[in-house]
């Protein structure tokens, strides 16, 4: 049974970092996609970065791009270094896992953790 722990939201200001860590049990080998998401108050869940795999291919929404980094420590370690936050940041960070080499959309999900972005 596949399980996916966050760590690391929190409260931060305009302008500041924040990382956040996600650790993975339960995978029966090395491939799986793992990747981040979130999902602000009235707004669908959506994508923030994923990792193919370890030193693998990764990709960014846009609105993130270049502020944020996604690194894949080992096959079942993910983080995201997330610079320059701004208020529209704000939402629930998801953790997110698929078996697979190329299909980023997860059919395993974390519980979430907040990032609130304020002053």
């Known amino acids: 049974q596949v399980k996916l722990v966050e760590f690391g939201g929190g409260l931060v200001q305009p302008g500041g970092s924040l990382r956040l860590s996600c650790t993975a049990s339960?995978?029966?080998?090395?491939?799986?996609?793992m990747s981040w998401y979130r999902q602000a108050p009235g707004k669908e869940r959506e994508l923030v970065a994923f990792?193919?795999?370890?030193?693998?291919?990764t990709r960014y929404a846009d609105s993130v791009k270049d502020r944020f980094f996604i690194s894949r420590d080992d096959a079942n370690n993910l983080s995201l270094q997330m610079n320059s936050l701004k208020p529209e940041d704000t939402a629930v960070y998801y953790c997110?896992?698929?078996?697979?080499?190329?299909?980023?959309?997860?059919?395993?999900w974390g519980q979430g953790t907040q990032v609130t972005v304020s002053s």
């Open positions: 997110g896992a698929r078996r697979s080499t190329y299909d980023y959309v997860p059919d395993h």
């Open positions: 339960g995978f029966i080998d090395g491939h799986y996609v």
């Open positions: 990792s193919l795999s370890v030193g693998g291919k």
